[in-house]
């Protein structure tokens, strides 16, 4: 069992960001032409693109319309206007598809004719906090321009397994049949998501595969039909183990389906053919996983500490990592920065770079509660007090975050006894523009993508020249070691420039911008919107008439209620019921609930620990997440 904050207060948050160092090696990229594995270099940067390239100094580019509207559609109205909150009977502001269809929210081209626009201050009364910024309402405006009415065209079930069966057999040795997973989007495209917000969802899908990996090379899932809504990944090219994969696809996937022959007709008779085949040549009876559930799961906090084995505790992931975090203290061999506001931690704050034995970067962070003399890194600029020098400051909270090996980012948080945590404590750490579901907490793992989806945040040192001004402050061996772990400022930002270009170049190589807004967050959001009856029935594989069969009967005409009236149902309230409906609804498929539960920030869960999240299960067995 993990220990809750109670237990041990003071804390660190880990985010662990790998950069490369002057020999960090070029990254390999798996990519697919003319059906066959191309290894193509992927050069780090020359050194002198770097300095360009901090993320505190260039402006976010304004590649992705959409995600700036929602993000500021979600931090100014979604709080009223949502599944969980229904005010002026209007509940699917996190909904970009509902309000599409319902052709009067959004009137997809015509934003005067869009009630989301035209109800805002100082025309209409929203938000009632306040009118939004001039440029906040413009790009909701040029938002609403840029959209177009989506075509629906559905991709059912059956014919995903057509697919990759077909590619099973034609592409795929079967050697290595074993190590093969596919993921769909037919969900997504079914409800009606337009091109823009699919493609935020693929480069979402490929940084989040290539974000669990340990393996030195860049993987590009593989796209196996001509819409590029089915992709298929080898487990064995991300460092990810089979094994590890299926025991916690067991203990949370929500929506693995056995295809039976119990109907007769053709397309059963096929289905059930196919899934036989598939399951005998994977060995796996989760060979397929609805990628709009892994971007969104596996970045949370237990399923990501599982599939990136990152050890029980701090101790063991430096160990992995060769980090010794109180040697490199002693011999100097760190990079310190100290400032007093970072805009994430609520008093001063300290960032300090390790090398791991690999040569690419390992970044901690302190963080503070207080600013009393023990935790003012100005008067203390020497800790953390574990180290037993004078002038060592004790932090309550901290961050670590690693380069992996590909050159994208690995996260991590504990407390100062190096015992996993699963989110920060929001009296020390916020993230101000995170998911609702999150209650401004920072979740370890979807959070800090999304945090650092630019790299890592250059902040300029102030515990140097504080030093240098007050140098009856301390002695003479003291200043001499301020000296040498906080350095002149164009060597740290050198340092950090370095380890950031080396990201960038992976996220460039997989098709992504570094400076547009993080497609993990966006994807992460779209998981958890609320649904209309709409979206209900394609997440349960059924028809509008079979949904208003269910609506009719308990448990869900009074659960689902608020979906016989043309409202919203959230996540939370569909997984409950979820694999239920389909039993009741759906003969040719048999349901194997996950183990433990689908794991989702539910408000219970968030509200029960300031830093566990071990109990955001929903449905499956009666099971503790304990030891996990």
């Not at 059912?156 to 050697?175: F, G, H, S």
């Not at 590009?220 to 990944?233: G, Q, T, W």
């Not at 040549?281 to 971007?295: E, P």
């Not at 979820?578 to 039993?583: C, D, F, G, R, W």
């Amino acid at each position: 069992m993990k220990p809750t904050f109670k237990n041990y207060s003071p804390w660190i948050f880990i985010l662990l960001l790998m950069g490369a160092c002057s020999s960090s090696p070029s990254i390999p990229v798996l990519s697919k032409i003319s059906g066959v594995e191309k290894i193509e270099e992927n050069k780090t940067p020359p050194q002198n693109q770097a300095a360009d390239q901090t993320p505190a100094e260039t402006p976010v580019a304004k590649g992705n319309l959409q995600a700036e509207a929602l993000a500021i559609l979600d931090r100014a109205c979604v709080s009223c206007h949502s599944a969980k909150n229904i005010q002026g009977n209007f509940g699917s502001l996190d909904n970009v598809e509902a309000m599409i269809a319902s052709n009067r929210y959004i009137v997809a081209g015509a934003p005067e004719r869009s009630l989301i626009y035209t109800k805002l201050a100082p025309v209409g009364n929203m938000p009632p906090s306040g009118a939004l910024k001039p440029e906040e309402a413009a790009t909701i405006k040029s938002w609403i321009a840029s959209l177009k009415a989506v075509q629906i065209v559905p991709l059912k079930e059956t014919t995903v397994l057509d697919v990759i069966q077909k590619d099973l057999q034609l592409n795929v040795p079967a050697a290595d049949q074993n190590q093969v997973r596919y993921f769909t989007f037919h969900v997504p495209n079914n409800v009606g998501t337009n091109d823009a917000s699919l493609e935020a969802m693929r480069k979402a899908f490929a940084k989040v595969v290539n974000s669990l990996s340990r393996s030195p090379v860049l993987v590009k899932p593989v796209a196996v039909d001509a819409k590029k809504l089915i992709y298929r990944i080898k487990l064995d090219e991300i460092g990810v183990p089979v094994q590890v994969f299926e025991d916690v696809m067991r203990d949370f996937y929500p929506f693995s389906k056995q295809f039976v022959n119990t109907v007769s007709d053709a397309v059963s008779i096929q289905a059930s053919q196919n899934d036989t085949n598939l399951r005998t040549a994977t060995a796996s009876s989760n060979y397929l996983i609805r990628a709009d559930w892994f971007i969104a799961t596996a970045t949370m906090p237990v399923p990501y500490e599982r599939l990136m084995q990152l050890g029980a505790d701090q101790a063991a992931l430096d160990a992995q990592l060769g980090v010794n975090i109180n040697a490199n203290l002693a011999a100097n061999r760190v990079l310190r920065s100290g400032f007093k506001n970072s805009g994430v931690s609520s008093q001063n704050r300290v960032i300090e770079r390790h090398s791991q034995n690999n040569g690419l970067s390992y970044w901690i962070s302190y963080d503070f509660a207080r600013l009393d003399a023990i935790e003012n890194i100005f008067a203390n600029p020497l800790g953390p007090v574990a180290l037993n020098t004078a002038k060592s400051f004790q932090h309550d909270g901290g961050e670590i975050i690693f380069q992996l090996p590909n050159g994208m980012l690995g996260y991590r948080l504990v407390n100062n006894a190096g015992v996993i945590l699963d989110k920060g404590p929001t009296s020390i750490v916020k993230q101000n523009d995170a998911p609702s579901q999150f209650l401004s907490a920072i979740v370890n793992g979807v959070s800090c993508m999304n945090c650092h989806g630019a790299g890592l945040l250059y902040k300029k040192d102030e515990v140097r020249a504080f030093a240098q001004a007050n140098v009856t402050a301390f002695s003479q061996a003291e200043m001499e070691k301020i000296l040498n772990i906080y350095p002149e400022d164009a060597v740290f930002k050198a340092a950090m420039d370095k380890d950031n270009a080396f990201h960038f170049n992976a996220l460039t190589q997989l098709g992504i911008d570094p400076k547009s807004p993080d497609p993990v967050n966006q994807a992460f959001r779209f998981f958890n919107r609320s649904m209309s009856k709409s979206d209900v029935k394609e997440e349960l594989g059924i028809t509008e008439s079979v949904l208003d069969g269910l609506l009719q009967n308990e448990p869900y005409r009074t659960q689902w209620s608020s979906l016989r009236t043309q409202g919203f149902i959230s996540r939370q309230e569909l997984s409950i019921l979820q694999t239920q409906a389909i039993e009741q609804s759906r003969i040719e498929v048999n349901v194997a609930n996950p183990l433990l539960g689908d794991f989702l920030a539910t408000p219970d869960c968030m509200f029960a620990s300031q830093v566990q999240m071990d109990n955001c299960v929903i449905a499956g067995a009666n099971a503790a997440l304990a030891g996990q």
